[in-house]
């Protein structure tokens, strides 16, 4: 039989509901994969055995009081620490928070927690979601349990590794420019980047605004849809959520993908990117064409100003989120007596910013200043407008768009990050999703020649996470 902790939500739910193991063993399993392997990984910041100890010990209670339980109750679960969880430590990966526990819990834990939830740790990432490769945390950068030599991606990181190590069964992320979709993609496990506004964002603390959104990783598509099912929906918390109706996701995993229409966009399978990578691609499409879809080879020919629209307009909106970091409204004080409040502000953002925050702020102030709005920011965002427009022509056309999720399989640590013009390229092919707003689907497909998982991604029109889901589930449904 398959470890505990390394079974699907479904596998598990049913287990605990038939009595073959109990919700504390179930947690046992994780907590020893945890002190077997995470002082090599450090996939968390903070593990909460006691909460975890005591959450688990519920559910088993009302497992003995033949209490009929939700799918998701008693199953473990990493949570980046980034989301607000209430009387639990929150850092965001950042010195500057390294004592803050906040008074209540993100609308995203909230409902987890409703739903019975066990709350194994806050697992890291680059400081305040910043970078593909959590080695921008403040707490030690997580190793990809596949390749301890190399990153396990960013900026959800921890969330990735602590499940591909079986730490958890599931976990949450969030994704500004790729940061669920590259890990998960890294890692060899699925990650979904929802539609903007599908998932409240309550209580997470906000990089760039009209980017983020939160989402889940898991092991299979069905764990992914049960999951959309528990997060999505309006939350009067969060004004940018929508009130669409959430739909039975589990409708959309059939595993017939006959007469849907599938684009490959030939910018994203370009020279930059590994052949190895775009051939474990081509294969997965080659399955669907067998299962009776259409291939459809289009262009989405602004994809190529994507990470500048991205390196432009994030670090901007990221500066004005992070003003609120200032010793006084939320953060340490300064280890020195300053002189006077500016003197104050200074010494605590000062100390507590790592460099990749204090560059993104110095370059998110410049692009907004005056003299310089016009010229980068209104720019930018026109040039955003472009991006949202090619996806719009081509889901004329086709239902859904197929491409690598990330140019290379997991790169080694210190590889690119003293160079941040290429870490950056590493979203190119992320970005643009976020840019529009759209579904996204990270799958794995395969594995590079050196035994590291490649990913997919199944992007789809706004609110068509269903297309993602059928897609995948039928591609995890093919033998190879
Ligand atoms: N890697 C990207 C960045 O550095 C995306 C981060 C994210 O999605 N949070 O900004």
Not at 30 to 52: N, P
Not at 89 to 117: H, I, N, Q, W
Request: hydrophobic share 35%; charged share 25%.
């Amino acid at each position: 039989m398959t470890e505990l902790n390394k079974l699907t939500i479904r596998e598990t739910a049913e287990g605990l509901k038939d009595k073959k193991f109990s919700c504390q063993e179930l947690l046992n399993s994780c907590l020893t994969a945890i002190g077997d392997k995470d002082g090599d990984v450090r996939a968390y910041i903070y593990v909460d055995e006691d909460g975890a100890g005591l959450s688990a010990k519920m559910v088993d209670d009302r497992l003995a009081d033949g209490e009929e339980l939700d799918i998701l109750a008693g199953i473990p679960v990493g949570i980046k620490d980034i989301f607000n969880t209430e009387g639990v430590k929150t850092t965001c990966g950042s010195s500057l928070l390294g004592d803050f526990v906040p008074p209540y819990d993100a609308t995203a834990v909230k409902k987890l927690r409703e739903r019975g939830m066990v709350l194994v740790g806050k697992t890291n990432l680059d400081e305040f979601a910043c970078g593909a490769s959590t080695e921008h945390s403040a707490f030690g950068v997580t190793r990809n349990p596949y390749d301890l030599e190399r990153v396990a991606g960013g900026s959800s990181g921890g969330s990735a590794a602590a499940l591909a190590a079986g730490m958890c069964t599931y976990s949450l992320g969030t994704d500004t420019g790729g940061s669920i979709r590259q890990p998960a993609s890294f890692c060899g496990v699925y990650g979904l980047k929802p539609t903007y506004g599908r998932i409240s964002r309550s209580g997470v603390t906000a990089m760039a605004s009209s980017w983020d959104v939160v989402g889940p990783f898991g092991r299979c598509v069905d764990d992914i849809s049960i999951l959309l099912g528990a997060l999505a929906g309006k939350d009067r918390l969060d004004l940018t959520t929508s009130d669409k109706d959430v739909p039975n996701y589990q409708d959309f995993l059939h595993k017939n993908v006959k007469g849907m229409k599938i684009g490959l966009p030939k910018e994203y399978f370009d020279d930059g990117v590994d052949e190895e990578v775009k051939d474990k691609v081509r294969a997965s499409v080659k399955k669907l064409e067998k299962g009776g879809a259409k291939i459809v080879d289009v262009t989405l020919p602004s994809t190529k100003y994507a990470v500048a629209v991205y390196y432009i307009t994030m670090p901007a909106e990221l500066s004005a989120n992070l003003e609120r970091f200032d010793g006084i409204r939320y953060g340490k004080k300064p280890s020195e007596d300053p002189e006077d409040l500016v003197d104050f502000y200074f010494k605590a953002r000062g100390e507590g910013f790592g460099d990749e925050i204090k560059r993104r702020i110095m370059m998110g102030t410049y692009v907004l200043s005056a003299g310089y709005y016009d010229a980068y920011y209104k720019k930018a965002q026109k040039v955003r407008t472009l991006i949202i427009k090619d996806f719009e022509k081509v889901f004329g056309k086709v239902d859904v768009l197929i491409a690598p999720v990330s140019p290379t399989p997991a790169f080694k640590i210190g590889e690119l990050v003293n160079d941040p013009l290429k870490m950056y390229m590493a979203d190119a092919l992320t970005i643009p999703a976020n840019a529009a707003g759209l579904p996204s689907l990270a799958c794995p497909c395969g594995f590079s020649s050196t035994d590291l998982p490649i990913g997919l991604q199944v992007i789809a029109p706004q609110f068509e996470e269903g297309r993602c889901l059928r897609v995948g589930a039928f591609l995890e449904s093919v033998e190879d």
